[in-house]
Nanobody, 128 residues
């Protein structure tokens, strides 16, 4: 069954590290965009790190230099290595995927920025 299943969340102190994993099944491969999103209490959901339709990796400004997303295609797992964690990083972290569409030049684009396929999420709590 094709699904997205996150793991690795937990509670850490500021400055600590966590590694999230997402068992991504078919979504780890083209033609899918895939990435990590998060939502803090009372805040809108935001993209943390996403692989676009052309394979490029984009990070939110707030996590650049601290978080690293990577794929293990052989294991069909998406990772998010999070270092130097801050209390503002607290939230539910989701793995999500979206179909890729190709334009007339053959360039791939995520069909929607909202992403259509979602995991259940894993909680990350960072205390000061």
């Amino acid at each position: 069954q094709d699904q997205l299943l996150e793991s690795g969340g937990g509670s850490v102190q500021a400055g600590g590290s966590l590694r999230l994993s997402c068992a991504a099944s078919k979504y780890i491969f083209s033609p899918y965009c895939i990435g990590w999103f998060r939502q803090a209490p009372g805040k809108e959901r935001e993209a943390v790190a996403t692989f676009g339709g052309d394979g490029s990796l984009t990070y939110a400004d707030s996590v650049k230099g601290r978080f690293t997303a990577s794929k293990d295609s052989a294991k069909k797992i998406l990772y998010l290595e999070m270092n130097s964690l801050k209390p503002d990083d607290t939230g539910m972290y989701y793995c999500a995927a979206e179909s890729v569409e190709f334009d007339l030049r053959g360039l791939g684009h995520c069909r929607s920025t909202e992403f259509s396929y979602w995991g259940q999420g894993t909680q990350v709590s960072v205390s000061s």
